[in-house]
T-cell receptor, first 109, second 114 residues
Framework: TQLLEQSPQFLSIQEGENLTVYCNSS?????LQWYRQEPGEGPVLLVT?????EVKKLKRLTFQFGDARKDSSLHITAAQPGDTGLYLC?????????FGTGTRLTVIP | DAGITQSPRHKVTETGTPVTLRCHQT?????MYWYRQDPGHGLRLIHY???????DKGEVSDGYSVSRSKTEDFLLTLESATSSQTSVYFC?????????????FGNGTRLTVT
């Protein structure tokens, strides 16, 4: 099993606060993807990171890939209610993506 | 979204009955996947297809079969539904396998087995 651990499992914050969620593995990733899933919908890709130490920004979201390519973080600045959802990380297998169990984020207005 | 339609969106069925879920894509992508999503387990791969009539098992394939007779359609069949198969099922597509080939998901089918 390609185990991916995400933390925290649940996070509830006030609008305007900053937050960071994490994705960790004991194995090295060739690449890692972050998805966001809203209730009643399928996950939607946010970003793919490939290079150790890579940082990518998507508006208020900052994604970092660890130097050793075993972990990743997602930082959200000034969270908004529209950021509410389930954040999933995934890593590539031979013909598959393996997913973590996700961080469920609630941003309270 | 992204040209993926799952049907039905909701289904309630009884234990022991066969059930077929359909995934239809308009993107002409080669790869299609069926996942199930359960609390505490995340998304787990059931079966996938890498071309017409080419399929393979995922990590939770027991009790499920698939067929792909056309590029655009990927069917998931529960041969004899059990309560443990109550779940939300997602179809996904991609135009490549492995690295840097993101998945595009449908909006899911919520299946309840009573």
């Amino acid at each position: 099993t390609q185990l991916l651990e995400q933390s925290p499992q649940f996070l509830s914050i006030q609008e305007g606060e900053n937050l960071t969620v994490y994705c960790n593995s004991s194995s090295v990733f060739s690449s890692l993807q972050w998805y966001r899933q809203e209730p009643g919908e399928g996950p939607v890709l946010l970003v793919t990171v490939v290079t150790g130490g890579e940082v990518k920004k998507l508006k208020r979201l900052t994604f970092q890939f660890g130097d050793a390519r075993k972990d990743s973080s997602l930082h959200i600045t000034a969270a908004q209610p529209g950021d509410t959802g389930l954040y999933l990380c995934s890593r590539t297998g031979a013909n598959n993506l393996f997913f973590g169990t996700g961080t469920r984020l609630t941003v309270i207005p | 979204d992204a040209g993926i339609t799952q049907s039905p969106r909701h289904k309630v069925t009884e234990t022991g009955t066969p059930v077929t879920l359909r995934c239809h894509q308009t993107e002409n992508h080669r790869y299609m996947y069926w996942y199930r999503q359960d609390p505490g387990h995340g998304l787990r791969l059931i079966h996938y297809s890498y071309g017409v009539k080419d399929t393979d098992k995922g990590e939770v394939s027991d009790g499920y079969s698939v067929s792909r007779s056309k590029t655009e359609d990927f069917l998931l069949t529960l041969e004899s539904a059990t309560s443990s198969q109550t779940s939300v099922y997602f179809c996904a597509i991609s135009d490549g396998a492995g690295t840097n080939s993101p998945l595009h998901f449908g909006n899911g089918t919520r299946l309840t087995v009573t």
